[in-house]
Each structure stands twice: as structure tokens, then as C-alpha cells.
């Protein structure tokens, strides 16, 4: 099961990830003159998140209420100088994703911390060096709101059937199916924001 769950999350941060998933305008790759990492102690988060959530604004008519990253951009993001010197006045702890969020005026900051082994055994974040802000339903599926993505799921899905024993492994084996399909139903309520954490 966690195998399986490790691929479907693997499957969606690739789709999310997939500059070609959405119009040039909703992507911002911060590498090259003017365009710094947030990892460089002169980067501004803000900068960037920003005009982002302008962007989605334009399109959907509603601001993003998602912002989605990996380990690697959260800790870029968190630790900038510039974040810091804002929340420092409400706070002394360390800076948590919901404090992110409340800084950025969005319900959630979600970190996936997944990760995998490569072909040369290094282990991989899932989401890599990017951030995704999109808008996402707060009240599930439905036509009148826009969406960024769904995953659907065959209904009775994730199913673990019977546990077998294998005497050639001397294991029990338990098979399991999960039928799933991603699909980006709205890329204009989400903005990719690549290489953040450099």
C-alpha cells in the first residue's frame, strides 16, 4: 500500500510539475538574470507568490488557496531573511507552513515530504525544487467552482484482497489494485513556480 500511495503522489507531482500543463503566463521558472532562488539570502518569496496569485485571480476570478512543496522549497521559503523579518514581529517560533499560509492569505501550505530511491540508489524528493499555488474546492468536486486538478478514484479503491502464502519467498503476499486517474481540469487555477529552492 505505501507503494502505492508513494506512486500516485509521485504521478501527481509529476503532473504538477509538468510546465506543459500550463499557459506560459502561469509559470515562473526562477533561474537566470532578475529571476533569483529562494534559496539566495536576497531572494523575496513574496515576489514571486504574488504576482502568482494575481495571475490565478485573472483567470478564475478567485485567489489560489494552495500553495504545494516539497522539503527542499519550503525550507528555501521559511528561512528567507525577508520572510523572516515579517513574521518575526508575531511570532518567536520557527516558522511553520501555517504560518506561511497565513502570511501569503491562503488556507494551506502543504509540504510532501515523499521521496524515493533513484536508479542510483539517492533518494529523490517527490516534489522537487518547485511550489505550486493553485485553487482547490473547499467543499469537494462541483461544476459551478473552478478546480485545479482531481484525482479520481475507482469506487472500493485502494482494494487489498486476500493474503496468499508464497513458499518460494516464504511470505505472505497481499495483492492490491488502485484504480486512479489524475487530470488537470483547470490549469488556469494553478501557477508552477520552478526551481524556488534552486
Same mark, same amino acid.
Given at each position: 500500500m505505501d507503494i502505492l500511495l508513494l506512486g500516485a503522489e509521485y504521478d501527481q507531482a509529476a503532473l504538477a510539475r509538468d510546465p506543459a500543463q500550463y499557459a506560459a503566463d502561469h509559470v515562473l521558472t526562477l533561474a537566470g538574470a532578475g529571476k533569483t532562488p529562494w534559496t539566495n539570502g536576497a531572494a523575496n518569496p513574496v515576489s514571486d507568490i504574488d504576482p502568482a496569485r494575481e495571475t490565478i485571480r485573472s483567470t478564475i476570478g478567485r485567489y489560489p488557496n494552495t500553495l504545494i512543496m516539497g522539503p527542499a522549497a519550503?525550507? +528555501?521559503?521559511?528561512? !528567507?531573511?525577508?520572510? @523572516?523579518?515579517? @513574521?518575526?514581529? %508575531? =511570532? !518567536?517560533? =520557527?516558522? %511553520? +507552513?501555517?504560518m506561511l499560509a497565513s502570511q501569503r492569505n491562503l488556507k494551506r501550505v502543504v509540504v510532501g515530504e515523499a521521496d524515493y530511491a533513484n536508479d542510483q540508489d539517492v533518494m529523490v524528493d517527490v516534489w522537487g525544487a518547485d511550489a505550486i499555488l493553485a485553487y482547490l474546492p473547499e467543499g469537494g468536486p462541483s461544476i459551478h467552482t473552478p478546480s485545479y486538478g482531481y484525482t479520481y478514484v475507482l469506487d472500493g479503491n485502494p482494494f487489498v484482497e486476500v493474503a496468499q502464502f508464497e513458499a518460494k519467498i516464504k511470505s505472505w503476499l497481499y495483492p492490491t489494485t488502485y484504480e486512479r486517474n489524475l487530470a488537470m481540469v483547470g490549469p488556469g487555477a494553478g501557477f508552477l513556480l520552478r526551481n524556488v529552492a534552486g
Open positions: 519550503f525550507n +528555501a521559503a521559511k528561512n !528567507s531573511p525577508l520572510v @523572516i523579518e515579517k @513574521i518575526k514581529y %508575531t =511570532s !518567536s517560533a =520557527s516558522i %511553520t +507552513a501555517d
